[in-house]
């Protein structure tokens, strides 16, 4: 098993993207590249811990490839947007790939080559390390499965699984 650690903006949306992967073993919603040791939900929520929100996909890469996951994350958010996603402000909101070795760091440095050629705007997506990650609270955990229909879900994350769905169908766990 593999693993990739991603921000995009709320850790809620790329979370119910990257859980409906073949591939997938596992998504953890957390918190990581702060400097608050076991940080809370209201700590992030400070700006001032330094974290951005994550998720953490434990994988296996002989279904589904580190970089085909960069590739789906650079579709689940805008890159472009610094320290932001939609109405979600702040530096947790962060755009940022986690990389736990040299061979991640690479494929992220292609990946990101390769997508500031799709866009007018410059990609502000940050590269960093990996750093202690910390689990979020058990509530947010697969939150959209559990919350559908909480507005922020119904509004932000429905519509982008359904584009994720189409786009990806053919790398949907059934």
Not at 31 to 44: E, K, R, V
Not at 90 to 98: A, D, E, K, L
Not at 130 to 140: D, G, N, P, Q, V
Request: hydrophobic share 35%; net charge negative; proline share 3%.
């Amino acid at each position: 098993m593999q693993t990739a650690i991603f921000g995009g903006g709320c850790f809620w949306c790329i979370d119910a993207a990257f859980r409906r992967l073949k591939g997938v073993q596992s998504v953890l919603s957390g918190y990581s590249g702060g400097h608050l040791d076991n940080p809370t939900y209201q700590d992030i929520c400070t700006g001032l811990s330094g974290h951005a929100e994550v998720v953490k996909i434990e994988f296996d890469e002989q279904v589904i490839s580190y970089s085909t996951l960069l590739q789906i994350f650079f579709e689940l958010h805008d890159p472009t947007q610094l320290n932001r996603q939609g109405n979600d402000v702040g530096t947790q909101y962060r755009s940022v790939i986690f990389y736990l070795d040299d061979v991640q760091k690479l494929a992220s440095l292609k990946m990101l080559a390769s997508q500031q050629a799709l866009f007018a705007e410059k990609i502000v997506t940050e590269l960093s390390p990996a750093t202690l990650f910390y689990s979020a609270e058990t509530y947010h955990q697969d939150y959209y499965r559990d919350n559908p229909n909480q507005p922020y879900c119904s509004i932000m994350i429905g519509p982008k699984l359904a584009k994720f769905s189409a786009n990806y169908a053919t790398l949907l766990a059934q």
